[in-house]
Structures are given as structure tokens and as C-alpha cells.
């Protein structure tokens, strides 16, 4: 967002306009819109505003619900901004140990710092974008104990702070540099950079949100790492260190579904490998918390589930498990994965809908589906992966669906 949007947005006639306009619908017609606004003598820099706030504000209900009606959003502040209900969590930590004057350092638009200030604790937020910090102060206006910054988190004394809270910016990249940077850890690519907040969380009791990609072997030893995924959206990897880490914990993956949370940990950093075994009548696929976090070996082993290849994410078992923690899919045929057999044996059973998942396997989704040239009203998920060491496509059907007709090879 441009300076002089904000101003805009911050105008009278922009906050009358705000509400006009409202939530604009996903279907909305813009164009129409648009004409209707300029049609009043509005503005045409304060209609295109107020409309791309409209659609952000539609976007960020899935994260802020209600309260995204009341706030201003930037792009890229929305994007990385934590969801209010992993916020509220993250808070809570804070609450629990007794700390009552908490630095939220890189604050962006102000989200964790609304959670905390929500638990009457004292909150002071740092940014050093100065609109992005802007933003900040509109959307924490409502909280007497909250208050913004615009500065540089390296330069600020954090002394004088019972605890920290950080949210490194990364860097934005294009072309393939950024496709690199997506597949590795590079500590310069942080703002601030990963060792500022490591030496900071020496210090001091702190929480840090990372991207849940963020490498084992850059967790420090002293740091609880928590996975956290919110229905089946894996969201982030946070790492506390001091009291606000819970003691004897150092691995956990966190469920939230719906109102409901689940949590597997583990007390140590050490990863347990599930055992490998035959492929079952059905496989399982877990979510990406337990498999970001290395405990698909504890999963395992409370449901008596195990792997059928080595380092392929899929669970397997004879019986049939229901659990929060996956999906669960019934084998209907195991096959060599040959393209034009298997196009064949789904054209013979109708098949015209088809979800394809892979581990294991280079293929790419959309192209295999355009290859087979499906056709049918019949549904089924193709498993493309390894089977112990050979690779296989199952022909699977999702647990609870009508059964396609079982037939091998």
C-alpha cells in the first residue's frame, strides 16, 4: 500500500466510503462497481483504495473473522500476519509465565500484538515500515495498552521487556532466486536476521514465528519447536525458549480443527522412525504438522500404523483408523505405473474425476491428469509413490466414498 492510500483510506470520506462498500463479495462485479462509485463524484485514486481494501478484508476474514471488518490490511501484512486464533495461543504463553510488558518486534499489521493486548498485557510493537507501522496503529487503536513504533528492531533496547515476540520478515524474491531461497534456509534472507533473534532469545523469554520449512538442524537445542496447522493448512513453526517454553517439551505438532485443538509431543529433538512394513488395505496420509515435525514415528505408534516405503510420508495398516490426524484412503488396486495401462483401466471403469497425490515420484499432477484424458462420472485418488522400492501407482478411494470395481492387473 502507497503512503497516500493510506491517507485516503484514513479520510473521512474514505471511512464513510469503507462502509458503503462493506465486505465486497468474491462474485461481486467490480467494473459496474467502480462506475457506480465514480458515478457519485467519488474520487477515482480513493474508489480503486477502498476497493482493494474491501477485497482484503474479504480475504483476511478466514484469518481475523469479525474483526477484519473493523481493520486496515496491507498485501503483503495480511500474508504473513498470523491467524487471530494462533495468536491468541502464542499470547497465551506469554500470559502463563506472568510476563506483563511484551516487544512484538516486526509487528507487521499488528495481529499478534491485538492477542496480546486482548490478555491485558502491555505491548509494544515495532515496525519499520513506516505505512505497515501506520496500519499497526489503526488496527490497535482500540487497545489502551498497546502502542506502535516505527523503528529498525535492532536498535531497540529490549532491556527494559519482560519478553520478546518476533516475526523475521523474508525476504521477497523473484525468478530463481526466489524458487532457491524457497528450498533453502538462508539466515540472510531474514529481517531481522536469524542470529539477532537468536542472541535476543538468549536473553530473554521469547517467542519467534518462522516458516514452517524452517530446517531441523537450525533449531537450537535449547528451543521448544512447535508445528502448527489449522485445518490441514500447515501455518508455521514457532520456537520458544525460556519460560515461555513448556518445560520437557522440544518436538510438537499442533492440530487446530475448528474449536477443537490436538497436539502430539515429543520430549525429545531426536527424530523416532516409524517401521516399515507391507502396504495394508488402507493408507493414511498425515498432516503436514506431524510430517514438518519428524513425529510421524509417535503417530505411528499410537495407532498402530506403519510405513511401507522408507522416507515416504504415508501410513498404512490393515484396519481401518479414524483420527483427526489423517486422511485415510482405501486401496482398490496396487499397480506398476504405466501411463498407458493406467489410462486404460480408468477408462474401462468410467473414472472422470480424479484426485492425484504423490510422494516419492517427479510427476506433475495436471499434466498425468491430461495425459489420461479422463472420461466417466466415476471418482477415485491415484496414491503415485513408492512401495517398499518400487514404484507403484494404488488406485485408492477416500474413506467413507462409494467403491469403484475392484480389479487387479
Known amino acids: 500500500m502507497e503512503r497516500q492510500d493510506f491517507i485516503r483510506l484514513l479520510s473521512p470520506?474514505?471511512?464513510?466510503?469503507?462502509?458503503?462498500?462493506?465486505?465486497?463479495?468474491?462474485?461481486?462485479?467490480?467494473?459496474?462497481?467502480?462506475?457506480?462509485?465514480?458515478?457519485?463524484?467519488?474520487?477515482?485514486?480513493?474508489v480503486a483504495a477502498v476497493l482493494t481494501q474491501a477485497k482484503l478484508r474479504r480475504r483476511a476474514a478466514a484469518k481475523f473473522g469479525p474483526f477484519a471488518e473493523r481493520m486496515i490490511f496491507t498485501e503483503a501484512g495480511l500474508e504473513q500476519a498470523s491467524r487471530l486464533s494462533v495468536a491468541a495461543l502464542h499470547a497465551n504463553r506469554?500470559?502463563?509465565?506472568?510476563?506483563?510488558?511484551?516487544?512484538?518486534?516486526?509487528?507487521?499489521?499488528?495481529?499478534?500484538?491485538?492477542?496480546?493486548?486482548?490478555?491485558?498485557i502491555n505491548v509494544k510493537a515495532f515496525e519499520i515500515d513506516e505505512v505497515t507501522a501506520a496500519v499497526a496503529t489503526y488496527n490497535l487503536a482500540p487497545f489502551e495498552n498497546a502502542f506502535v513504533e516505527q523503528a529498525d528492531v535492532t536498535t531497540v533496547d529490549l532491556s527494559k521487556f519482560d519478553g520478546l515476540f518476533f516475526d523475521p520478515a523474508r525476504r521477497?524474491?523473484?525468478?530463481?532466486?526466489?524458487e532457491r531461497a524457497n528450498r533453502k534456509f538462508d539466515p540472510a534472507a531474514f529481517s531481522?536476521?536469524?542470529?539477532?533473534?537468536?542472541?535476543?532469545?538468549?536473553?530473554?523469554?521469547?517467542?519467534?514465528?518462522?516458516g514452517p520449512g524452517h530446517p531441523h538442524e537450525a533449531i537450537p537445542d535449547d528451543a521448544e519447536a512447535q508445528w502448527v496447522s489449522?485445518?490441514?493448512d500447515l501455518v508455521e513453526l514457532g520456537l520458544w525458549f525460556g519460560s515461555v517454553a513448556r518445560p520437557g517439551v522440544k518436538r510438537s505438532a499442533l492440530l487446530i480443527s475448528g474449536n477443537s485443538r490436538y497436539e502430539i509431543i515429543s520430549h525429545a529433538a531426536e527424530r523416532l522412525d516409524a517401521p516399515i512394513a507391507e502396504l495394508g488395505?488402507?493408507?493414511?496420509?498425515p498432516d503436514n504438522a506431524v510430517v514438518r515435525s519428524h513425529l510421524i514415528g509417535q503417530?505411528?505408534?499410537?495407532?498402530?500404523?506403519?510405513?511401507?516405503?522408507?522416507?515416504?510420508?504415508?501410513?498404512?495398516?490393515?484396519?481401518?483408523?479414524?483420527?483427526?490426524?489423517?486422511?485415510?484412503?482405501?486401496?482398490?488396486?496396487?499397480?506398476?505405473?504405466?501411463?498407458?495401462?493406467?489410462?486404460?483401466?480408468?477408462?474401462?471403469?468410467?473414472?472422470?474425476?480424479?484426485?492425484?497425490?504423490?510422494?516419492?515420484?517427479?510427476?506433475?499432477?495436471?499434466?498425468?491428469r491430461r495425459e489420461l484424458a479422463l472420461k466417466g462420472e466415476g471418482a477415485a485418488t491415484l496414491i503415485v509413490t513408492r512401495v517398499g522400492d518400487a514404484h507403484r501407482v494404488l488406485v485408492a478411494e477416500a474413506i467413507g466414498k462409494p467403491q469403484i470395481p475392484n480389479s487387479k492387473f
Request: proline share 4%; hydrophobic share 40%; charged share 25%.
Open 94 to 120: 506469554f500470559r502463563q509465565a506472568g510476563l506483563n510488558t511484551v516487544a512484538d518486534l516486526g509487528c507487521g499489521i499488528g495481529a499478534e500484538s491485538m492477542a496480546l493486548a486482548s490478555l491485558d
Open 13 to 46: 470520506e474514505g471511512q464513510e466510503l469503507l462502509a458503503k462498500v462493506g465486505p465486497l463479495e468474491a462474485k461481486a462485479d467490480v467494473v459496474k462497481l467502480v462506475s457506480s462509485l465514480r458515478a457519485q463524484g467519488n474520487d477515482a485514486a480513493l
Open 230 to 232: 489449522v485445518d490441514g
Open 299 to 368: 503417530l505411528a505408534e499410537q495407532i498402530e500404523a506403519h510405513l511401507f516405503a522408507p522416507e515416504i510420508a504415508y501410513l498404512t495398516s490393515d484396519k481401518e483408523i479414524t483420527s483427526p490426524w489423517l486422511k485415510g484412503y482405501r486401496v482398490i488396486d496396487n499397480l506398476v505405473f504405466d501411463r498407458k495401462k493406467l489410462k486404460a483401466y480408468l477408462r474401462e471403469r468410467g473414472i472422470g474425476v480424479l484426485e492425484i497425490k504423490k510422494r516419492g515420484s517427479d510427476i506433475v499432477p495436471e499434466q498425468l
Open 172 to 178: 521477497e524474491l523473484g525468478g530463481p532466486a526466489r
Open 192 to 210: 531481522p536476521s536469524f542470529d539477532f533473534v537468536m542472541q535476543a532469545a538468549d536473553q530473554k523469554p521469547t517467542g519467534v514465528k518462522f
Open 281 to 285: 488395505d488402507f493408507v493414511y496420509e
